[in-house]
């Protein structure tokens, strides 16, 4: 079992900044045996996508629609993966879902909203 423990969510202007954090509440040991962490985003209508995930080595792989304004970051000894959102457009407003895969399964977080205004 990893439990998620999503932060940083809230209201910003277009043009803005925030940041994202996911803890797992898991040993570091555990932590570093996850194979992949990351954030997905939804909104109502939309089927779950991707946002970016970096892998147990390090490789990353981001959305199309966040390169070069996203950036995703581990933290191995605080247990979190970060998620640095500059740029922001009112597109970019959704649930945002931390996630992580151990061996075979895959775990989500409750959700924390981002909400960029025009």
């Known amino acids: 079992q990893v439990q998620l423990v999503e932060s940083g969510g809230g209201l910003v202007q277009a043009g803005g900044s925030l940041r994202l ?4 509440s898991r040993s ?9 962490m990351g954030w997905y ?7 779950r996508e991707l946002v970016a995930t970096i892998t147990k080595g390090g490789s990353t792989n981001y959305a199309d629609s966040v390169k070069g304004r996203f950036a995703l ?5 605080k247990n979190t993966v ?3 959102m500059n ?4 597109d970019d407003t959704a649930v945002y879902y931390c996630y992580a895969r151990l ?14 205004s025009s």
Do not use: H
């Open 87 to 90: 740029s922001l457009k009112p």
């Open 73 to 77: 970051s581990r933290d191995n000894n």
């Open 28 to 36: 570091i040991f555990e932590f570093n045996a996850l194979n992949a």
């Open 21 to 24: 954090s996911c803890a797992a």
């Open 82 to 84: 970060n998620l640095q």
């Open 103 to 116: 061996n075979l399964v895959n775990y989500w977080g409750q959700g924390t909203q981002v909400t960029v």
């Open 41 to 47: 985003r939804q909104t109502p209508g939309k089927q």
